[in-house]
């Protein structure tokens, strides 16, 4: 699979766990240290760009930004390695 780069850009995790500028690459398996919850929340978008899809709405088709459900809202950005 492709890989991608999820990167927290904005928000704070009301856990803890996470904090702006974090990163994770993903492949195959589940990225260590990622929160289960935030993990759930942008595995559909990851898949999109692992599997060649786009999101034609953004600037950048390889790139998207998503939301952590917590209640303060830990902002990733998922973007496709090049």
């Given at each position: 699979m492709k890989k991608v780069i999820v990167k927290v850009v904005g928000g704070e995790c009301n856990q803890g766990f996470h904090k702006v500028g974090d990163s994770w690459e993903v492949g195959d398996f589940t990225p260590c240290g990622m929160c289960t919850s935030a993990f759930a929340s942008i595995f559909p978008l990851i898949?999109?760009?692992?599997?060649?899809?786009?999101?034609?709405?953004?600037?950048?088709?390889?790139?998207?930004?998503?939301?952590?459900?917590?209640?303060?809202?830990?902002?990733?950005?998922?973007?496709?390695?090049?």
């Open positions: 898949l999109v760009l692992q599997t060649g899809g786009k999101f034609f709405w953004e600037k950048d088709e390889n790139v998207t930004y998503a939301s952590c459900p917590d209640d303060k809202g830990l902002i990733f950005e998922i973007k496709l390695k090049e």
